[in-house]
């Protein structure tokens, strides 16, 4: 059984910072993409940041700099940084990984993580 773990977000001020990570654990032969998005009250989940398994990074729609993915060396953790929080950040930040996993075939699955609140408040 694969599962995604996240940890940090919480309540944070505006203008404040955050880290967020996530674990893969279980049973799995390979990570492909791995990477957050972020469901806010009321909208679609959108894509935050992910990264691919031979280094390369895609950002959503936000300022240059202002967000920042980063994966281990093992690469079965994956990190987000955000800087310069707005309220309008606020929602549920989900990791996300596509992983090869033996059924007995072969096959790429699409795995979740519960996801993990951040409020952007005074």
């Known amino acids: 059984q694969v599962q995604l773990v996240e940890s940090g977000g919480g309540l944070v001020q505006p203008g404040g910072s955050l880290s967020l990570s996530c674990a893969a654990s279980?049973?799995?032969?390979?990570?492909?993409?791995m990477g957050w998005y972020r469901q806010a009250p009321g909208k679609q989940r959108e894509l935050v940041a992910f990264?691919?398994?031979?280094?390369?990074?895609w950002y959503g729609d936000f300022e240059k700099g202002r967000v920042t993915i980063s994966r281990d060396g093992a690469r079965k953790m994956v990190n987000l940084r955000m800087n310069s929080l707005k309220p309008e950040d606020t929602g549920v930040y989900y990791c996300?990984?596509?992983?090869?996993?033996?059924?007995?075939?072969?096959?790429?699955?699409?795995?979740w993580g519960q996801g993990t609140q951040v409020t952007v408040t005074s």
């Open positions: 990264t691919t398994n031979n280094g390369g990074t």
């Open positions: 996300n990984a596509d992983i090869e996993v033996r059924l007995p075939e072969l096959v790429r699955r699409d795995y």
């Open positions: 279980g049973k799995f032969l390979q990570i492909y993409d």
